[in-house]
């Protein structure tokens, strides 16, 4: 229980590179009263920053805030399929979410209720006046100060509702054990009410971005944040507005039924505003119209990361970020590159070790799914595909002799080199590739070669292995993938009449041949089963396969205000608006010409046979600007056209605002694969539930919404059909049950079972 005593932390764990307003000191001794100090207050409110790093920094993070959408997977098969066994008030999600709320571990108090904690001690100490130096000499900068303080928490505050529903708020902050656990949660209306209040007045009082010196201060809160944030959560309360009534557990008096199996949605009732849509687009339209805020003009900008170039990281359509450093990162620092990533390491096709210039290893947390995917409609249009997800890798060794600090990879040997260690063409495949695709085949590194049976494969320059994520109806067939000059790894195969689903490589006989009696996905999903994440790759990382990530992410986008703005003006009926919004986010991710699409997109990737013969050609460069084939109009959420039918929405969604919705929800989604943010945004928009139980099919119980496959293992795979046990209040996570019972009454007394059952989510 001591996670949750919300002792006062000194905030001293230290931060470098360039966000110097993040720069500690330690100090020998310290008492309460340090923080009255201008130095140890401005320490404590640096310290409530981390806020936004505690998802961050270990499993928790990953598992909480992606494995509950409908486009992404865990690794795990039991958490994936939400089996009963995971899903429970004393299982891994229980723990991984309670864990984020506060965990006592290597002498820190870590998580959102500490840092609550710090917060109020903050907050207090400057209403009450009893703050020295610069805090009691200019009411300004106390302000100023103080909004931070008040946008940290609410950020907290938020974070904890989106997990729980409603919470128990701490009004005061505490140095030592309570009288009592006596934890009263308090209602989401007022949760928004108290964050939303604090926004507006952390709104008036921060620094505009042009005012900070983004030298020393960049990261900290800014007047274009507030905004942002406020715009979120004024949207989010109109969308949750419906869910007031007993029907859905909210009782007349604000509190929940938690027996009710409807209170899931009831918990989404935030209250009930007429003005919010309205609140919405005015805060949106203060970042969006600001001036200094830009959509980046290549995607690829945001997440590009080079050896020692962190420009990414002060782009401008960065609103928010969650600053990293090269070192000193508190518990673990950043370590999402190890979540998300997928498996590219095998001597059989030449990347016999990690790169500094690629992913590091990969843990248990999961991939993207089918859904996540497919959601790139047009992947020849829509770079975000190319540019989110790894598709394709070239043979490549690890540059440098230090397996701490970052070298630029070196080439693979020569494919005829004695070193050379990639699988060998057999006579099938050489002949296949001699006859069907080399007199086609210009890439620089392959030199026109002829394709001899027993050499090897793939050499210096040459491409190692490739996703092409396609569908049952397009599958490539066996002998097109093995006569490519590297490895095929495809979502569906066909062999005559056999279609077989992520069937997974067998090297032998320093060959490779399919296995058609396997399966790499779904419940049995293999380290290369699909494309990995791109996105927080870092070759700056502590070691060349460490987790030790030195990058920021970002929280706010601009790309996500346009969208919130977009949502907003469409639930007013105002969809001429909402397009242009739309649009704004969709032509950016548009290829342009000139530009380069990735030898798969281009060549095996279904859709490249509309590409022209040059951009087919090596070096695939873009001829035709993609943009109009990225611009939408209403007709995406008609429910009858072509553009519509096309972005699948679950069947529950039969009108016209609430296929809107799921359009913006796909587009999200597509932007911010990846990004916690899309979590977010599903989870309040009420539509989490019918999406998992649509479009993720580990989750859903649903029957024939997916492709049969022949490739079977005693009889399971890919079978057409949902595998899961998703539950509609899986949308809200569990409280631990060691926190239940400890929870007492006012007087300290515990809880008897009939109030822990009232008090915990229904459903566990």
């Given at each position: 229980?001591?996670?949750?005593?919300?002792?006062?932390?000194?905030?001293?764990?230290?931060?470098?590179?360039?966000?110097?307003?993040?720069?500690?000191?330690?100090?020998?001794?310290?008492?309460?009263?340090?923080?009255?100090?201008?130095?140890?207050?401005?320490?404590?409110?640096?310290?409530?920053?981390?806020?936004?790093?505690?998802?961050?920094?270990?499993?928790?993070?990953?598992?909480?805030?992606?494995?509950?959408?409908?486009?992404?997977?865990?690794?795990?098969?039991?958490?994936?399929?939400?089996?009963?066994?995971?899903?429970?008030?004393?299982?891994?999600?229980?723990?991984?979410?309670?864990?984020?709320?506060?965990?006592?571990?290597?002498?820190?108090?870590?998580?959102?209720?500490?840092?609550?904690?710090?917060?109020?001690?903050?907050?207090?100490?400057?209403?009450?006046?009893?703050?020295?130096?610069?805090?009691?000499?200019?009411?300004?900068?106390a302000d100023r100060r103080l909004s931070e303080t008040l946008f940290n928490r609410a950020y907290a505050l938020y974070i904890l509702n989106t997990?729980?529903?409603?919470?128990?708020?701490?009004?005061?902050?505490?140095?030592?054990?309570?009288?009592?656990y006596n934890y009263i949660r308090q209602t989401s209306e007022n949760i928004y009410k108290l964050i939303i209040g604090d926004l507006r007045f952390?709104?008036?009082?921060?620094?505009?971005?042009?005012?900070?010196?983004?030298?020393?201060?960049?990261?900290?809160?800014?007047?274009?944040?507030?905004?942002?944030?406020?715009?979120?959560?004024?949207?989010?309360?109109?969308?949750?507005?419906?869910?007031?009534?007993?029907?859905?557990?909210?009782?007349?008096?604000?509190?929940?039924?938690?027996?009710?199996?409807?209170?899931?949605?009831?918990?989404?009732?935030?209250?009930?505003?007429?003005?919010?849509?309205?609140?919405?687009?005015?805060?949106?339209?203060?970042?969006?119209?600001?001036?200094?805020?830009?959509?980046?003009?290549?995607?690829?900008?945001?997440?590009?990361?080079?050896?020692?170039?962190?420009?990414?990281?002060?782009?401008?359509?960065?609103?928010?970020?969650?600053?990293?450093?090269?070192?000193?990162?508190?518990?673990?620092?950043?370590?999402?590159?190890?979540?998300?990533?997928?498996?590219?390491?095998?001597?059989?096709?030449?990347?016999?070790?990690?790169?500094?210039?690629?992913?590091?290893?990969?843990?248990?947390?999961?991939?993207?799914?089918?859904?996540?995917?497919?959601?790139?409609?047009?992947?020849?249009?829509?770079?975000?595909?190319?540019?989110?997800?790894?598709?394709?890798?070239?043979?490549?060794?690890?540059?440098?002799?230090?397996?701490?600090?970052?070298?630029?990879?070196?080439?693979?040997?020569?494919?005829?080199?004695?070193?050379?260690?990639?699988?060998?063409?057999?006579?099938?495949?050489?002949?296949?590739?001699?006859?069907?695709?080399?007199?086609?085949?210009?890439?620089?590194?392959?030199?026109?070669?002829?394709?001899?049976?027993?050499?090897?494969?793939?050499?210096?320059?040459?491409?190692?292995?490739?996703?092409?994520?396609?569908?049952?109806?397009?599958?490539?067939?066996?002998?097109?993938?093995?006569?490519?000059?590297?490895?095929?790894?495809?979502?569906?195969?066909?062999?005559?009449?056999?279609?077989?689903?992520?069937?997974?490589?067998?090297?032998?006989?320093?060959?490779?041949?399919?296995?058609?009696?396997?399966?790499?996905?779904?419940?049995?999903?293999?380290?290369?089963?699909?494309?990995?994440?791109?996105?927080?790759?870092?070759?700056?990382?502590?070691?060349?396969?460490?987790?030790?990530?030195?990058?920021?992410?970002?929280?706010?986008?601009?790309?996500?205000?346009?969208?919130?703005?977009?949502?907003?003006?469409?639930?007013?009926?105002?969809?001429?608006?909402?397009?242009?919004?739309?649009?704004?986010?969709?032509?950016?991710?548009?290829?342009?010409?000139?530009?380069?699409?990735?030898?798969?997109?281009?060549?095996?990737?279904?859709?490249?046979?509309?590409?022209?013969?040059?951009?087919?050609?090596?070096?695939?460069?873009?001829?035709?600007?993609?943009?109009?084939?990225?611009?939408?109009?209403?007709?995406?959420?008609?429910?009858?056209?072509?553009?519509?039918?096309?972005?699948?929405?679950?069947?529950?969604?039969?009108?016209?605002?609430?296929?809107?919705?799921?359009?913006?929800?796909?587009?999200?989604?597509?932007?911010?694969?990846?990004?916690?943010?899309?979590?977010?945004?599903?989870?309040?928009?009420?539509?989490?539930?019918?999406?998992?139980?649509?479009?993720?099919?580990?989750?859903?119980?649903?029957?024939?919404?997916?492709?049969?496959?022949?490739?079977?293992?005693?009889?399971?795979?890919?079978?057409?059909?949902?595998?899961?046990?998703?539950?509609?209040?899986?949308?809200?996570?569990?409280?631990?049950?060691?926190?239940?019972?400890?929870?007492?009454?006012?007087?300290?007394?515990?809880?008897?079972?009939?109030?822990?059952?009232?008090?915990?989510?229904?459903?566990?």
């Amino acid at each position: 229980m001591k996670k949750y005593i919300l002792l006062s932390i000194i905030a001293m764990g230290g931060f470098s590179c360039t966000d110097n307003f993040l720069e500690e000191k330690m100090v020998a001794t310290i008492t309460q009263d340090y923080f009255n100090t201008e130095i140890g207050l401005e320490q404590l409110i640096t310290g409530t920053y981390d806020a936004f790093r505690v998802s961050k920094q270990y499993y928790q993070g990953p598992v909480t805030f992606l494995c509950g959408t409908d486009n992404f997977n865990s690794r795990i098969a039991n958490q994936a399929l939400f089996s009963a066994s995971e899903w429970n008030s004393g299982g891994t999600i229980a723990d991984r979410a309670n864990n984020l709320c506060g965990e006592y571990t290597s002498n820190s108090l870590l998580g959102y209720y500490p840092i609550i904690n710090n917060c109020n001690r903050a907050i207090q100490t400057i209403r009450n006046n009893e703050a020295l130096g610069k805090f009691a000499e200019d009411q300004a900068y106390a302000d100023r100060r103080l909004s931070e303080t008040l946008f940290n928490r609410a950020y907290a505050l938020y974070i904890l509702n989106t997990m729980y529903g409603d919470v128990y708020v701490p009004e005061s902050y505490t140095t030592e054990l309570p009288g009592n656990y006596n934890y009263i949660r308090q209602t989401s209306e007022n949760i928004y009410k108290l964050i939303i209040g604090d926004l507006r007045f952390a709104y008036e009082n921060l620094p505009d971005v042009n005012e900070l010196n983004l030298a020393n201060d960049y990261g900290r809160a800014t007047k274009g944040a507030a905004a942002h944030f406020l715009a979120k959560l004024y949207l989010q309360r109109a969308q949750g507005a419906k869910y007031g009534s007993t029907e859905y557990g909210r009782q007349t008096d604000g509190s929940i039924d938690n027996t009710n199996e409807k209170s899931y949605l009831g918990m989404l009732y935030k209250g009930n505003a007429g003005s919010d849509l309205d609140s919405c687009i005015f805060f949106a339209s203060r970042v969006i119209n600001h001036g200094y805020y830009q959509l980046e003009s290549n995607y690829a900008k945001l997440f590009s990361h080079p050896l020692n170039d962190y420009s990414n990281e002060t782009s401008r359509e960065i609103i928010q970020p969650c600053l990293y450093a090269t070192s000193e990162n508190g518990r673990y620092g950043n370590r999402i590159l190890v979540y998300i990533g997928a498996g590219y390491t095998n001597a059989a096709w030449g990347i016999p070790d990690f790169v500094w210039e690629g992913p590091t290893k990969v843990d248990l947390t999961g991939l993207t799914n089918d859904f996540g995917y497919d959601l790139y409609v047009n992947k020849h249009a829509d770079s975000r595909y190319q540019k989110s997800f790894h598709l394709e890798f070239k043979t490549a060794l690890r540059g440098g002799s230090s397996t701490t600090s970052g070298s630029p990879n070196e080439d693979y040997y020569a494919y005829n080199s004695s070193s050379n260690a990639t699988v060998v063409w057999t006579k099938e495949m050489a002949d296949y590739f001699n006859e069907h695709i080399r007199p086609a085949y210009t890439r620089e590194s392959w030199g026109g070669r002829q394709a001899v049976e027993g050499e090897h494969k793939m050499g210096r320059g040459d491409l190692a292995f490739v996703h092409v994520e396609n569908t049952k109806e397009t599958a490539i067939d066996v002998r097109e993938a093995l006569g490519q000059p590297f490895v095929v790894m495809a979502r569906w195969l066909k062999d005559g009449d056999k279609y077989y689903y992520r069937a997974p490589i067998e090297t032998t006989n320093a060959t490779y041949s399919y296995k058609s009696n396997e399966y790499v996905g779904l419940d049995k999903t293999g380290s290369t089963a699909s494309p990995g994440s791109l996105k927080y790759d870092d070759p700056n990382r502590a070691s060349f396969n460490g987790s030790g990530g030195t990058r920021d992410i970002p929280v706010f986008r601009l790309a996500e205000t346009y969208l919130l703005r977009a949502e907003a003006y469409g639930r007013k009926g105002d969809y001429s608006s909402a397009v242009q919004d739309i649009n704004a986010v969709r032509m950016r991710a548009a290829f342009k010409s000139g530009e380069t699409r990735a030898e798969v997109l281009a060549r095996l990737q279904p859709g490249h046979e509309k590409l022209t013969d040059t951009e087919q050609q090596w070096p695939y460069t873009v001829e035709s600007d993609m943009t109009t084939e990225m611009t939408i109009d209403a007709s995406y959420w008609d429910g009858t056209s072509e553009s519509s039918n096309a972005e699948n929405y679950p069947a529950t969604a039969t009108q016209t605002e609430d296929r809107f919705v799921n359009f913006i929800l796909n587009e999200i989604a597509r932007e911010m694969n990846n990004e916690m943010i899309y979590y977010e945004n599903l989870h309040h928009s009420g539509w989490q539930a019918d999406r998992i139980m649509y479009h993720n099919q580990m989750a859903s119980s649903l029957k024939g919404l997916w492709d049969v496959a022949d490739n079977l293992t005693s009889g399971q795979g890919q079978l057409g059909d949902g595998k899961g046990f998703y539950q509609p209040y899986y949308t809200l996570k569990p409280f631990a049950q060691s926190v239940i019972d400890l929870l007492t009454d006012e007087n300290g007394k515990p809880l008897d079972e009939t109030a822990k059952k009232a008090y915990q989510n229904y459903g566990y």
